[in-house]
């Protein structure tokens, strides 16, 4: 006979315990009910409870203190607090003391339901396994990265709004959707959107969606990214971007959980987590008044700081044999390995790129190794003082200015039509000949068959073109 969950319903008023018990039971969900701090203390002694929900104002005590001895004392029970209606403040206090989640007065039972659903979810097995199991996307064993992974564990049983810190190639979006795979929300949408990417007059279509006819170009309704992540997690990448007049509009989707889409009337009701980041410094934004400061309170309810490569010590050779690995097996190729002077270069750079620098530098030095060693001049590693590398920029390269007409008007779509330039008048001048071509451009027979295939160019064959 399969047992039903078993909640905790605590709260002074008698209506409101009535309510939430009809509602859980008619979910399938038993109940035990207390009208204080102590007799829920009493309750979760003798009792296994799969979720607890519990009213701010208890008259021995208030939901701050029940969601604080839960935390330490019974860790694997989620906990949602019932707020006064407007409350933020009080929800965001909260949730920084570990609730799960939390449903203003009064309550709506939609709202209800779709969070105790969630809840539930955390005390499956698949859940538990979602929160454990070892994910290649976050690679190394260090201090800092241990720790890391155990923060990412806590924070996927939680609802919480979390503002992921760290600087550019850290790997913010991959702790973003760690976030979400480890939690309650894993088999739902994880929408990244970039916001500095969003042209200004896009930006409220793109986020909340919009009615056909409501503006010029609006030929059919559009549904906007919160739509998207419905039930899901909405991962709101470099928000220090975001315009003012916008960071006003999202503080109130995210505060009234509900969008208005462009051209609509009605409000519609959005059940999403926020996770967001940036590699600026959002506190220094809100000081200098380019950011709300109302907004980075809302979504900096936790705060998670992701290490830099420099700071994880070993882990930097332990990555790089890792990403030397997966890039030989894409290639076809003997991995070849990193004598000690290549790991002792890579120990002692400061990469202020960070696992994305790392990543390339290794991309590189692949194609420009010739037998199964790897030497510190196939690195080419850059000349960084540590303060650019604190700072997350590189020392500045003297690189050909760039030309507005070039393909694109990005500096990498520049560089990738100079390179792509070169080596077709290198092929045109040895008459296709690529061992020719690439001792005419000064590179290794395997780092220019590379290149050709990352720039369309390769015939299909793998063979060297000898000089006969």
């Known amino acids: 006979m399969t047992m039903n969950p078993l909640a905790l319903i605590v709260d002074d008023e008698p209506d409101i315990r009535e309510l939430l018990e009809i509602t859980l039971n008619r979910m399938q969900i038993d109940c035990c009910l207390a009208e204080s701090v102590s007799q829920a ?9 799969a979720l607890c929900l519990t009213d701010m104002n208890l008259p ?14 019974h860790p694997q029970t989620p906990v949602a607090v019932i707020t006064a209606y407007g409350s933020m403040e009080t929800a965001v206090i909260a949730l920084k003391a570990g609730a799960f989640d939390f449903v203003s007065k009064p309550v709506e039972l939609g709202h209800l339901r779709e969070l105790v659903r969630s809840a539930l979810q955390l005390a499956t097995p698949a859940g538990q ?7 290649a996307r976050l690679l190394g064993q260090s201090a800092p990265i241990r720790e890391l992974k155990e923060t990412i564990r806590k924070l996927a049983r939680s609802q919480a709004p979390v503002y992921i810190s760290g600087e550019s190639g850290t790997g913010k ?5 760690l976030i979400h795979d480890w ?26 969606g919009h009615k056909k006819g409501s503006f010029t170009g609006a030929t059919e309704d559009k549904q906007g990214l919160f739509q998207a992540a419905h039930e899901g997690t909405l991962f709101l990448d470099e928000v220090a971007d975001l315009p003012l007049a916008m960071q006003v509009k999202l503080l109130r989707t995210i505060q009234e959980k509900t969008v208005r889409p462009v051209g609509h009337s009605k409000e519609i009701p959005v059940n999403v987590r926020i996770l967001s980041a940036t590699h600026k410094d959002l506190a220094a934004e809100v000081a200098a008044g380019r950011f709300r400061q109302d907004l980075f309170y809302r979504i900096n309810v936790i705060q998670v700081r992701i290490p830099a490569l420099r700071e994880r010590g070993n882990d930097i050779i332990y990555l790089a044999e890792t990403f030397l690995g997966r890039l030989s097996a894409d290639w076809g190729i003997r991995q070849p390995s990193l004598n000690a002077a290549a790991k002792e270069a890579l120990k002692s750079y400061p990469f202020p790129g960070n696992v994305r620098e790392l990543q390339n530098t290794l991309e590189r030095a692949l194609t420009l190794c010739d037998g199964n060693t790897i030497l510190p001049e196939h690195l080419q590693l850059q000349e960084v003082s540590h303060d650019d590398a604190a700072a997350g920029t590189p020392t500045p390269l003297s690189v050909p200015a760039l030309d ?24 045109d001048e040895t008459r296709w000949n690529r061992t020719a071509a690439a001792r005419k451009l000064g590179m290794t027979f395997r780092s220019l068959r590379y290149r050709l295939k990352k720039l369309g160019l390769d015939d299909g064959s793998d063979t060297d073109d000898s000089e006969s």
């Open 41 to 49: 203390h009493a309750l979760l002694e003798k009792h296994r409870f």
């Open 129 to 135: 396994a979602n929160a454990t199991e070892e994910d």
């Open 173 to 177: 979006e991959v702790v973003a959707r």
């Open 183 to 208: 939690g309650p929300r894993a088999a739902k949408p994880f929408i990244p959107v970039n916001c500095g990417a969003i042209p200004s007059e896009l930006m409220e279509s793109e986020f909340f």
């Open 60 to 73: 021995d005590g208030s939901g701050i203190d029940l969601v604080q001895h839960i935390q330490k004392h």
């Open 404 to 427: 507005p007409s070039a393909a694109g008007n990005s500096l990498e779509d520049y560089l990738m039509s100079v390179e792509k330039s070169m080596i077709l008048k290198a092929l």
